[in-house]
C-alpha cells in the first residue's frame, strides 16, 4: 500500500518562502502523476499544483503559478513544492496525493492522498 508523508510545514511572515516534500513508501508511483492540494478552514480542498510521471510536465492553479514550483524526484520517489511571496491567504493544509497517468485536478480523481502539512502564513 503506498503511503505519502508530507513535510515542510510550518509558521512563515507573508512574503516569506517554504518548501514542502512528499515522499512516497509502499510502492513506486512511476507511471503516477502527482499533485499538491490545499485546503484551508470553512472552504473545500483545492488543486494547487501538478507534476507528470516522469517529471516533464507541469500545472497550476492560476493564482499560484507566478508563486509556487512543483517538481518531483523520482529518484527518492519525492514530490516538491517551493512556495514563494506568501500570502497570509495561502495558509492552510496543504495535501500531496496520486493520480493514476496524468495530472488530474479533481479531489476526487486521486487514488492515494497524504495527511496533510499545516501551512500558516502570518500578516
Known amino acids: 500500500q503506498v503511503q505519502l508523508v508530507e513535510s515542510g510545514g510550518g509558521l512563515v511572515q507573508a512574503g516569506g518562502s517554504l518548501r514542502l516534500s512528499c515522499a512516497a513508501s509502499?510502492?513506486?508511483?512511476?507511471?503516477?502523476?502527482m499533485a499538491w492540494f490545499r485546503q484551508a478552514p470553512g472552504k473545500e480542498r483545492e488543486f494547487v499544483a501538478g507534476?507528470?510521471?516522469?517529471?516533464?510536465?507541469?500545472a497550476y492553479a492560476d493564482s499560484m503559478k507566478e508563486r509556487f514550483t512543483i517538481s518531483r524526484d523520482i529518484s527518492k520517489n519525492t514530490v516538491y513544492l517551493q512556495m514563494n511571496s506568501l500570502k497570509p491567504e495561502d495558509t492552510a493544509v496543504y495535501y500531496c496525493?496520486?493520480?493514476?497517468?496524468?495530472?488530474?485536478?479533481?479531489?476526487?480523481?486521486?487514488?492515494?492522498w497524504g495527511k496533510g502539512t499545516l501551512v500558516t502564513i502570518s500578516s
Open positions: 496525493a496520486a493520480s493514476p497517468c496524468r495530472i488530474k485536478v479533481q479531489v476526487t480523481a486521486m487514488d492515494y
Open positions: 509502499g510502492g513506486t508511483l512511476s507511471t503516477y502523476a
Open positions: 507534476v507528470g510521471w516522469s517529471g516533464g510536465t507541469t
